[in-house]
């Protein structure tokens, strides 16, 4: 089965870099998702790693590690509207669905 | 515009009743999905479907059903045997085709369901 774990509040300051972390425990490995969600509302995609280093998007970069069942997500010049929820997801069953994780709140403070 | 589109987005009753939630998607996907998600946690799986009249339990079924008799339509009944319906409900759909199998899921915006 799958187990993921994420810390489940976080704080930074506005301008700041947050390394927001995810572990996860799978029986096959197909890649990891990670989604923002402000409160309220549905979650967006931001990343999807399969491969082991480092993917930047502009403020937001996210890193995996298959051999340590570790991935981060790393937001830059840290900006008010970053304060939501970020959840990392695994596919299960040949990606026919998701195993989400908690997710960490984030909150960013002037 | 393509998306999913939920409705409504808050919805009361009272206990004891049948509610069936909307999710409809215009984004031509063949998986359709429904989520719960409860205060300050993550998503929870509750039925998903890969292709029309077909679907799947996910890991907490108990006390629901779905449908799927067309590609673009998945409805939700939260039945009187489902224990603690309160919650945030979220619909989505994923492209089963394509570049990568492991295409990300769209979510709809949701439906706040509370039972008085």
């Not at chain 1, 995810?22 to 931001?46: D, I, K, M, V």
Request: hydrophobic share 30%; with cysteine.
């Amino acid at each position: 089965g799958q187990n993921i774990d994420q810390p489940t509040e976080m704080t930074a300051t506005e301008g700041a870099i947050v390394q927001i972390n995810c572990t996860y425990q799978t029986s096959g490995f197909n890649g990891l998702f990670w989604y923002q969600q402000h409160a309220g509302e549905a979650p967006t995609f931001l990343s999807y790693n399969v491969l082991d280093g480092l993917e930047e998007k502009g403020r937001f970069s996210s890193f995996l590690s298959r051999s340590k069942g570790y991935s981060y997500l790393l937001l830059k010049e840290l900006q008010m509207k970053d304060s939501a929820s970020y959840l990392c997801a695994v596919p299960n069953n040949y990606g026919q669905n998701f195993v989400f994780g908690p997710g960490t709140r984030l909150s960013v403070l002037p | 515009d393509g998306g999913i589109t939920q409705s409504p987005k808050y919805l009361f009753r009272k206990e004891g009743q049948n509610v069936t939630l909307s999710c409809e998607q215009n984004l031509n996907h063949d998986a359709m999905y429904w989520y719960r998600q409860d205060p300050g946690q993550g998503l929870r799986l509750i039925y998903y479907s890969q292709i029309v009249n077909d679907f799947q339990k996910g890991d907490i079924a108990e006390g629901y059903s779905v449908s799927r008799e067309k590609k673009e339509s998945f409805p939700l009944t939260v039945t009187s045997a489902q224990k603690n319906p309160t919650a945030f409900y979220l619909c989505a759909s994923k492209r089963t085709s394509g570049r990568s199998p492991y295409n990300e899921q769209f979510f709809g915006p949701g439906t706040r369901l509370t039972v008085l």
